[in-house]
């Protein structure tokens, strides 16, 4: 758990998405553009963009699902998830008018 937290300090960090199968949320990196994309940023002569790093984890820490079962955290609420009704969960957005079912 101290690698997630750690993850989080890191300023390569873009945002955050979820984890279904736990509900901790899952740092990814920024995303270089790729080599065929137009960019407005110049590489040196004969050098071409960094290459990708990787992802922090290939698996949740916790519940080891793999990085890609995962939802946007704005989808979180409008599914149902075992982890929604353990002790600790914050609730639904007020802003919703309904849970789901």
Not at 27 to 41: C, D, I, M, T
Not at 51 to 71: K, L, M, Q, S, Y
Not at 77 to 96: I, K, N, S, V
Request: net charge negative.
């Amino acid at each position: 758990m101290k690698d997630l937290l750690l993850a989080w300090l890191e300023p390569a960090v873009a945002a955050g998405l979820v984890w279904r199968g736990c509900g901790f949320a899952y740092p990814f990196r920024h995303r270089p553009q790729s080599v065929g994309a137009k960019s407005l940023q110049v590489w040196p002569e004969g050098q071409g963009p960094p290459p990708r790093v990787p992802e922090f984890f290939a698996a949740c820490p916790h519940c080891g699902a793999p990085n890609t079962d995962i939802h946007l955290p704005d989808d979180v609420e409008q599914h149902d998830h075992p982890w929604m009704q353990l002790d600790g969960y914050a609730g639904f957005d007020p802003r919703l008018r309904e849970p789901p079912r």
